[in-house]
């Protein structure tokens, strides 16, 4: 075989590899409460808010809140970042981080709320 079809199979074979090992790091999983609290590395949690009673300090970027899963569990979590505008809405909530300690690490918080259509619906459905 010729040397240059050699080394491109190498450097194709290489760069596959680099793909591969670099898209799987960067996936992160959704995992249970429990699991969340094993885990040592980044991953992903979602459930509702367990309560209103957040802390919430808009002007030091600080929220810190406690999430409820589908089994009933509570799992602290804080937040340090811009706070969703619609945090108060909030239908389910997903947080992006890692367990610490005591609480979960959120690095990113991802907020689902109703939908302004869904509401309208709801209303004209109420009016027939």
Same mark, same amino acid.
């Given at each position: 075989?010729?040397?240059?079809?050699?080394?491109?199979?190498?450097?194709?074979?290489?760069?596959?590899?680099?793909?591969?090992?670099?898209?799987?790091?960067?996936?992160?999983?959704?995992?249970?409460? $429990?699991?969340?609290?094993?885990?040592? #590395?980044?991953? +992903?949690?979602?459930?509702?808010? !367990? =309560?209103?009673?957040? &802390?919430?300090?808009?002007?030091?970027?600080?929220?810190?809140?406690?999430?409820?899963?589908?089994?009933?569990?509570?799992?602290?979590?804080?937040?340090?970042?811009?706070?969703?505008?619609?945090?108060?809405? $909030?239908?389910?909530?997903?947080?992006? #981080?890692?367990? +610490?300690?005591?609480?979960?690490? !959120? =690095?990113?918080?991802? &907020?689902?709320?109703?939908?302004?259509?869904?509401?309208?619906?709801?209303?004209?459905?109420?009016?027939?």
């Amino acid at each position: 075989m010729n040397v240059k079809i050699m080394l491109a199979l190498v450097l194709l074979i290489a760069a596959g590899a680099i793909g591969v090992t670099s898209f799987r790091k960067t996936v992160t999983p959704y995992i249970s409460f $429990a699991e969340a609290r094993r885990s040592s #590395g980044m991953v +992903q949690v979602n459930g509702v808010l !367990a =309560d209103k009673n957040y &802390v919430m300090k808009p002007a030091e970027q600080f929220l810190e809140f406690r999430l409820k899963d589908s089994q009933n569990e509570i799992l602290p979590v804080r937040y340090r970042g811009v706070i969703p505008g619609n945090f108060d809405q $909030a239908v389910s909530v997903v947080a992006i #981080g890692r367990y +610490q300690a005591d609480h979960f690490e !959120a =690095d990113q918080l991802l &907020v689902k709320c109703p939908s302004k259509y869904q509401a309208a619906a709801e209303r004209g459905m109420k009016a027939s």
